[in-house]
């Protein structure tokens, strides 16, 4: 039986895996071109573990198929040539005739120009018999000056194709390299890089299917739709979240023991024995291992990179909807190539459309808080989250949770810190105007509520609205309660906050809902003019005012 994968690209042999025959034949069109007079010159880019390399291979043996017999269809891999940042780009040189060796089966010297190893390609050597098409994967493994340098050959090979066997090239990569990486600009028609989609949801449901008409299982249809809703279809995590949902953590693979000898196919490869459901209870354990204990190399990789220099910009969206995202910026760019950000359109007050910043995913979102809240915060609080007396009864003591008295502990933290001459925000991120960046105040109290209630609650962050909003889930045996956590600005994003904080407490059928507002300011008067109990539409709201400078 075949199985879900996601440590490179998909056998359909041997992997559940979908047709994509749309971005196969666009691809396949452009390499092709005029037949007659050359084909496109371009890139194919997106994050880790999308497809790159299987969208290249099938439309290689698309054009083995249909046009073998007019073109030398090559592939070439970047993976394993070694050269350091400090090395001059004419390194790579010494590096040619293994290529040229491995992937064309054509001996050749080292070249010692540019100009001679563009040559390799030229009509007058006449190295190859007919046109080439040529893939290079993983191009931009490469320095950047190898790749400036590369950029720059090829562009005169295009511009002079009639002197060169070089039909058609696709440079494939997690960058858009042209015209991103090169100080020449871009050799190609830039408009024709080609970006590898995530799944739809109904590619997502057929490699689901796939696997219930072969195993005999069921997956039942919301477990199917949570995984394309966490992961967006990202071909690298649906692929994992398969693999968790019906190897690793089925409750039926292999029988109910996990000695169970399984039967054999006509390959003599064990067919699972499967019985029950995958089921909601299931994903739910699924997801919480995934979020924090299974080892997941693209996923390590793009929280190291969320991590790295543009830190400050990508924690900024856990609480602003309204980041502009512009390809043209080095964060926006260097966040989007590296699959941490996507892009949406909005329409603001007065009718314009605009594009701003969101996370890729939740899943991606969600990681990356847990991981930013260690990276701001640390791994550990400098005094006790509570007073040592306190029982915390009259937090529990009624129906629902009091998340104002929770609240109002973490003030007394504060000011047990400020008593102590210890300040929580020191050396953190301050905005022009000096006063600290929001999201500090969102991961602190995250990180003290961890701490406070660990043995007694499952505390969770919550994105409802994608980015701009950050809600604390509290579940505590039987009783639950949401905190949305907000920046003071005005009175009428104050207004907007609360409608939103009571209608999304509407819909998860909780009768009472807290703001936890944080407030440039020391003032005690103003922080309680700022703190309200109110009614509105049968929920009770309350807003706790939180100062901080």
């Known amino acids: 039986m075949r199985t879900f994968f996601s440590y490179g690209p998909v056998d359909c042999e041997e992997h559940f895996c979908v047709p994509r025959t749309e971005i196969i034949e666009r691809t396949y069109r452009q390499l092709i071109g005029n037949p007659e007079k050359g084909g496109h010159f371009f890139t194919i880019w997106a994050p880790r573990q999308c497809g790159k390399t299987w969208l290249m291979r099938q439309v290689k043996k698309t054009l083995e198929k249909a046009h073998g017999d007019e ?30 060796e491995r992937f064309f089966n054509i001996e050749v010297s080292e070249p010692d120009s540019w100009e001679v190893l563009g040559s390799l390609f030229s009509r007058r050597k006449n190295l190859f018999a007919k046109p080439v098409i040529l893939f290079i994967d993983e191009f931009d493994k490469l320095p950047p000056l190898v790749i400036d340098r590369l950029v720059g050959m090829f562009r005169d090979i295009y511009l002079d194709r009639e002197q060169f066997h070089l039909h058609g090239l696709a440079l494939i990569g997690v960058r ?23 799944f739809t949801a109904d590619e997502v449901n057929d490699l689901f299917h796939q696997y219930m008409n072969e195993s005999g299982q069921k997956v039942n249809p919301d477990v199917v739709d949570a995984v394309y809703d966490v992961t967006q279809g990202q071909p690298g995590l649906v692929g994992w979240f398969g693999e968790l949902l019906t190897e690793k953590y089925n409750p039926e693979v292999n029988g109910n023991g996990c000695n169970a000898v399984p039967p054999k196919d006509k390959n003599n490869r064990s067919i699972p024995t499967v019985k ?222 609360k409608n939103q904080a009571v209608s ?36 009770k709201l309350h807003v706790t005012a939180i100062g901080w400078v």
């Open 276 to 497: 029950k459901e995958i089921d909601r209870s299931v994903w739910d354990d699924v997801l919480r291992f995934a979020l924090f204990k299974e080892w997941n190399n693209t996923v390590l990789n793009l929280v190291k990179k969320a991590k790295g220099i543009y830190r400050d910009h990508i924690v900024k969206l856990f609480n602003h909807s309204d980041m502009p995202f512009s390809i043209d910026v080095e964060w926006c760019a260097h966040a989007y190539l590296n699959g941490i950000i996507n892009t949406e359109t909005i329409v603001d007050n007065l009718g314009r459309k605009t594009e701003v910043c969101r996370f890729a995913n939740p899943f991606i979102q969600r990681r990356l808080y847990n991981a930013l809240t260690l990276d701001l915060i640390g791994e550990g609080l400098p005094i006790l989250a509570l007073d040592p007396l306190d029982t915390l009864e009259d937090v529990f003591e009624n129906m629902e949770i009091d998340t104002p008295a929770l609240l109002y502990r973490y003030k007394d933290y504060l000011k047990r810190l400020n008593d102590r001459g210890i300040n929580p925000w020191k050396d953190q991120p301050r905005r022009s105007d000096m006063h600290y960046t929001e999201y500090v105040g969102h991961f602190h109290l995250y990180f003290w509520l961890q701490s406070a209630l660990s043995r007694l609650c499952i505390i969770s962050p919550e994105f409802p609205t994608g980015n701009g909003r950050v809600d604390l889930m509290l579940r505590c045996k039987d009783q639950k309660a949401i905190i949305e956590v907000k920046s003071f600005k005005d009175q009428a994003e104050l207004n907007h906050a």
């Open 71 to 100: 073109f030398i269809i090559g592939t070439m891999s970047m993976q394993g040539v070694v050269i350091e940042e400090e090395d001059p780009p004419e390194a790579f040189f010494s590096r040619v005739p293994l290529l040229m």
């Open 176 to 198: 858009a390299v042209l015209g991103v990486e090169s100080h020449r600009g871009s050799p190609f028609n830039i408009q024709r890089s080609l970006q590898v989609p995530n």
């Open 504 to 539: 999304y407490a509407k819909k998860l059928g909780l009768t009472t809902t807290t703001l936890a507002l944080f407030v440039p300011v020391e003032d005690d008067e103003i922080l309680s003019k700022l703190s309200s109990s109110d009614t509105v539409d049968g929920v």
